[in-house]
């Protein structure tokens, strides 16, 4: 079949054996495979494995939580368990050279690519938000091909549970990874033996210790990779306005919801951070803020 792209087929072919180093390797990245993982993959792998269930999983959480490689550690998991690394497929989906290409023609590319003589078996679709209609297109890739488990993950996390819920009943199962509790924060710095579970009763070795890590977490906490780099640490301020806000209020919620002056949402985040925890009012919020109410309505509806 022809594929709807002006790029040629050879390069995205060529950047989808590079997406998937393990068909030849057999491996993930040895980067990626030396990252800490996160708690909730033991939740998050039997679900995936669990192919009776004929059901996307839809992977949903904010920026920067570790979505990703979280992903990576799970196709680590399914190669350790021989699956064979030709029948599993990762698309990241945030690469412009896939911007005119849609589901159906990646997951055909992908089963080229590879050489495999048989489909996939494990697809996964990195930041599908990036693909318009994204749940009416999977939905149907659920049912076209039920002997494949499709996991797919976004950032824009509210607007990824709205549109699985719309569309997605009975063909997704979502999946919210959070930021990092204060238990995987101890864990990912070897700290986890400070709190244990004795007799049903949680037992402190070192009640100090803790409260200087939970310090630690309140600060620095929510974000994995925030605990290994003293650069970021020194500067959170500008990593969560630069790489977490900013991308949500300038780039996904507008482009999720038509929103056209993205500085009014901006002024309205800045008036409701600097007012957390008070009582409001549309009235009120219009005339401190200087936003009109109908554009206060409209966002608070997102």
Known sequence: MPYSTTIPIGKIMGHLRYENPWW???????????????????????????????????????????????????????????IPAKNILYVGLNNPIYTSIGLEELFQLGGKAS???????????????????????????????????????????????????????????????????????????????LISLENEAFKVTDIKELNGQFLNYINFGGYPEVIFSETIRENMSKYIKGDIIDKVLLRDLPSLYGIRDVQEMNRFFAYLAYNTGKEFSLERISQESGIEKNIIKNILNI
């Open 115 to 193: 050489g495999a003589k048989t489909d996939p078996l494990f697809v996964f679709f990195d930041e599908i938000q990036y693909l318009k209609d994204w749940e009416r297109h999977l939905k149907i890739m659920v049912d076209s091909y039920p002997q494949v488990k499709f996991i797919v993950s976004g950032s824009a996390a509210a607007a990824l549970k709205i549109k699985s819920t719309e569309s997605g009943a009975g063909r997704f199962t979502e999946f919210m990874l959070p930021p990092l509790t204060f238990q995987e924060f101890l864990t990912l710095q070897h700290k986890e033996d």
């Open 24 to 82: 030849q390797t057999k491996a993930i990245n040895s980067d990626i495979q030396k990252l800490p993982r996160r708690l909730y993959i033991h939740q998050l792998l039997p679900i995936v494995k669990n192919r009776d269930l004929k059901r996307a999983v839809v992977l949903m959480g904010g920026h920067r939580v570790g979505k990703t490689v979280l992903l990576h550690h799970v196709i680590h998991a399914l190669l350790s368990v021989a």
